[in-house]
């Protein structure tokens, strides 16, 4: 696991550690020293943690004119043992929802597994973002991921399924990626999207 590292092709457009928007202003990164795990093997230094033991994420890129952000995430998320959507609601969605983000495209396909608990944060989210024309999709999620998600009724908040699965989103700009995300949400994808994405 330590190999998967975040997607870093669009550092020339945005890096979270010099946004002083974001929740992960003026951090700093060791490319050598490994210290977070998930179970027992260690990650890449260049993940951010945000309060979970076991969930990362990276935030690959903001906008706060389209109001967007893309985030990349890694591990397992566990909300029956550690809650660890109360910790990417507080630490996270909350502080770059105060700037202004209300459309939230989380990438998933290093979500290794989901242990749903109940969904108020999930509403929580969605409220809090749907009042300013906003969404949030989980993009790729592994098949039993998506079950679990579906079976925690995750779907009245968020999008996410087979439609949102099988999306080649890195050879896109950023931009591109959200354009093509946000006409997926309001069902207008064929209109829009590439035949790659």
């Not at 033991?53 to 550690?82: Q, R």
């Not at 909350?94 to 979500?111: A, L, P, T, W």
């Given at each position: 696991?330590?190999?998967?590292?975040?997607?870093?092709?669009?550092?020339?457009?945005?890096?979270?550690?010099?946004?002083?928007?974001?929740?992960?202003?003026?951090?700093?990164?060791?490319?050598?020293?490994?210290?977070?795990?998930?179970?027992?093997?260690?990650?890449?230094?260049?993940?951010?943690?945000?309060?979970?033991?076991?969930?990362?994420?990276?935030?690959?890129?903001?906008?706060?004119?389209?109001?967007?952000?893309?985030?990349?995430?890694?591990?397992?998320?566990?909300?029956?043992?550690?809650?660890?959507?109360?910790?990417?609601?507080?630490?996270?969605v909350?502080?770059?929802?105060?700037?202004?983000?209300?459309?939230?495209?989380?990438?998933?396909?290093?979500?290794?597994?989901?242990?749903?608990?109940?969904?108020?944060?999930?509403?929580?989210?969605?409220?809090?973002?749907?009042?300013e024309?906003?969404?949030?999709?989980?993009?790729?999620?592994?098949?039993?991921?998506?079950?679990?998600?579906?079976?925690?009724?995750?779907?009245?908040?968020?999008?996410?399924?087979?439609?949102?699965?099988?999306?080649?989103?890195?050879p896109?700009?950023?931009?591109?990626?959200?354009?093509?995300?946000?006409?997926?949400?309001?069902?207008?994808?064929?209109?829009?999207?590439?035949?790659?994405?």
């Amino acid at each position: 696991m330590h190999d998967i590292e975040p997607y870093y092709r669009w550092r020339g457009k945005y890096i979270s550690a010099h946004d002083e928007r974001s929740p992960f202003y003026g951090r700093t990164y060791s490319e050598f020293t490994f210290s977070n795990k998930v179970y027992n093997y260690f990650i890449h230094p260049q993940w951010d943690e945000f309060g979970s033991d076991t969930l990362y994420l990276k935030v690959l890129y903001a906008d706060y004119d389209e109001a967007f952000t893309i985030i990349e995430l890694i591990g397992e998320w566990n909300d029956a043992l550690s809650n660890d959507i109360m910790y990417l609601k507080r630490e996270v969605v909350d502080r770059m929802s105060d700037q202004g983000i209300y459309k939230y495209i989380m990438v998933c396909e290093n979500v290794l597994n989901f242990h749903g608990s109940d969904d108020c944060y999930y509403e929580e989210w969605y409220e809090d973002v749907v009042e300013e024309g906003g969404w949030i999709c989980f993009v790729n999620t592994l098949p039993h991921v998506k079950e679990e998600m579906k079976d925690t009724q995750l779907h009245q908040f968020v999008n996410f399924g087979d439609a949102f699965n099988d999306i080649n989103w890195r050879p896109h700009k950023p931009k591109l990626f959200f354009k093509a995300m946000d006409a997926l949400v309001h069902g207008e994808l064929q209109r829009y999207l590439p035949e790659e994405l």
